[in-house]
């Protein structure tokens, strides 16, 4: 069973930056798209970034501009680069296939906080 591990959270002041980090333990990746979710304190779960086998790259009005998607398809791995955080961004980030088909991980939680 293919599971995948999600890192790079943290607590970051407005305007800061975070990277996360996605590592899947199959090669789901290499020919499928992925998906960076997240899901904030009573709300649900949603796409934020997401990226296609071939690299197109499509993110959500919400963090356009300052997040940025990437993939390894090699090391089955992706990444999300995440700028000018504000407490809008603050939830728990999970990486998936897009669609997801894949059990999801624990998470990474993102705090925005001065």
């Known amino acids: 069973q293919v599971q995948l591990v999600e890192s790079g959270g943290g607590l970051v002041q407005p305007g800061g930056s975070l990277r996360l980090s996605c590592a899947a333990s199959?090669?789901?990746?290499?020919?499928?798209?992925m998906g960076w979710y997240r899901q904030a304190p009573g709300k649900q779960r949603e796409l934020v970034a997401r990226?296609?086998?071939?690299?197109?790259?499509q993110y959500a009005a919400s963090v356009k501009g300052r997040f940025t998607i990437s993939r390894d398809n090699a090391k089955n791995t992706g990444h999300l680069q995440m700028n000018s955080l504000n407490s809008e961004d603050t939830a728990v980030y999970y990486c998936?296939?897009?669609?997801?088909?894949?059990?999801w991980g624990q998470g990474t939680q993102v705090t925005v906080s001065s």
């Open positions: 998936n296939a897009d669609p997801p088909f894949v059990s």
């Open positions: 199959g090669s789901i990746f290499s020919h499928a798209g």
């Open positions: 990226i296609s086998s071939g690299g197109s790259t």
